[in-house]
């Protein structure tokens, strides 16, 4: 019961001064190898890309309501397989006449997906303008954002740099192939890492300075991405998924929802959602659960992000915080996994346990504490995506899931070889 609660592609991606991009024709495939460095030399036979399409860079255009905000993009890549669907997440022991809907924002594509893809559509075409050849960018271990921005670096053909937080006693020791970091290790990123203490003392922005520092030493021209993708202009991305929601409501006739709510860590997401809600027809409530640091640190995070618009706002009008922190940023209670299996077997609906699925554990814990508050109200999650992190959390998972038994035979059934075909 619910609680309450290496590169294998090189891509030749044309995408200055045209708004199409096209695909190199084939040629074999070549390793080379050295110490530091694993590289896989692919171009893959692809049709032409249509205009408009997966990969084009394209002229941006913003919402109308948001056309005062400054400075606006002028270009973006198309990352995502977008919009992501809506529907109806039928959630047990919700208040009286409550309806919670889902953006499926996970399924916005397969090794790029998540809420990340949005912000980086933004930041590659960004990048790609700048002359860029490899992008740089922080994360946890088992960062979403780090995979996303490797997968999409490749894309472009641009290689990426990543410096993942671990802890002392892993720091010297092969990384593995778990979760996020097998994508981002078959895409051939350089991984640097450092202790979260390092990282406590140091900063992800002069990290992220120092390594850019010693990659134009080998000559080359890299592009800093920061952590979560979450700047003014990665904001963006979000804004963008206001006006989706808002056509998406506009086109099925009904009725607009409340409130929305997402998990927040880093803050580029709901600085976006926040925004673009309270400027455009959408006006509902957002209601950010913080999976890490605490909210008036996203409070002032936020402010920033959209003083850098020249929005006008204050961030504490436009979002409502609520810490979900819990143990800590990726660590999870037993009841939290519970939870994630609970909502899997109850609606089929797979929550990462680092964001989305702390953020839905706080809402419904919210909503069982504060039933009033959400009685009668039309909620929109936004699941952020992070799959992948789950396969990190397979040992303390492991003793919440069943269902598996030896199949019993019995002799009277007749058995002669060959007659099952195994493929």
């Known amino acids: 019961m619910i609680a309450p609660l290496i590169s294998l592609s090189r891509l030749t991606i044309l995408l200055i001064g045209s708004s199409t991009s096209s695909i190199s024709s084939p040629s074999p495939l070549l390793y080379s190898r050295n110490p530091r460095r694993c590289t896989a030399s692919l171009s893959v036979s692809s049709p032409p890309i249509m205009q408009g399409g997966f990969l084009s860079k394209k002229p941006y255009e913003p919402p109308s309501w948001a056309s005062y905000l400054n400075p606006i993009p002028s270009h973006t890549v198309s990352l995502g397989h977008l919009p992501t669907p809506i529907h109806k997440w039928n959630l047990p022991n919700l208040p009286e006449g409550t309806e919670v809907w889902i953006k499926r924002d996970d399924i916005s594509g397969m090794q790029l997906s998540g809420n990340k893809v949005r912000k980086l559509e933004f930041l590659m075409a960004d990048a790609v303008s700048s002359g860029a050849d490899c992008l740089i960018t922080v994360g946890g271990i088992q960062s979403n954002h780090c995979r996303a921005t490797a997968v999409a670096a490749r894309y472009l053909n641009l290689d990426s740099y990543l410096i993942l937080r671990t802890s002392k006693v892993l720091v010297e020791k092969d990384p593995g192939l778990v979760g996020n970091l097998l994508v981002e290790r078959l895409v051939g990123a350089h991984i640097d890492l450092v202790t979260k203490e390092e990282y406590s003392k140091i900063g992800s922005v002069t990290l992220a300075e120092l390594l ?4 134009e030493k080998e000559g080359r021209k890299p592009y800093i991405i920061p952590v979560g993708g979450s700047n ?6 979000y804004i963008e998924a206001i006006r989706e929601i808002e056509q998406q409501v506009q086109s099925s006739g009904g009725a607009k929802f409340d409130d929305i709510v997402v998990a927040c860590g880093s803050g580029g997401t709901i600085a976006g959602l926040s925004l673009g809600s309270r400027l455009s027809s959408l006006k509902a409530t957002v209601h950010a659960f913080s999976v890490c640091d605490d ?17 006008g706002l204050d961030s504490r009008d436009i979002v409502n915080v609520i810490n979900a922190k819990g143990l800590g940023y990726a660590m999870n209670t037993a ?9 899997a077997k109850a609606t089929g609906i797979v929550l990462d346990p680092v964001y989305s699925g702390k953020a839905a554990h706080g809402m419904l814990k919210d909503m069982a504490s504060n039933p009033a508050k959400w009685q009668g109200r039309k909620v929109l999650f936004i699941h952020t995506g992070g799959l992948l992190g789950l396969y990190d959390k397979t040992e303390q998972m492991a003793s919440l899931v069943g269902n598996w038994r030896r199949m019993e035979l019995d002799e009277s059934v007749p058995q002669k070889d060959g007659t099952g075909k195994m493929f």
């Open 212 to 215: 850019k520092k010693k990659v």
């Open 335 to 343: 009841e939290e996994l519970e939870f994630v299996k609970d909502v």
């Open 232 to 237: 003014s202009l990665g904001t963006w991305g």
């Open 295 to 311: 909210p008036e640190y996203f409070y002032n995070f936020t402010q920033g992000l959209i003083d850098g618009l020249h929005s």
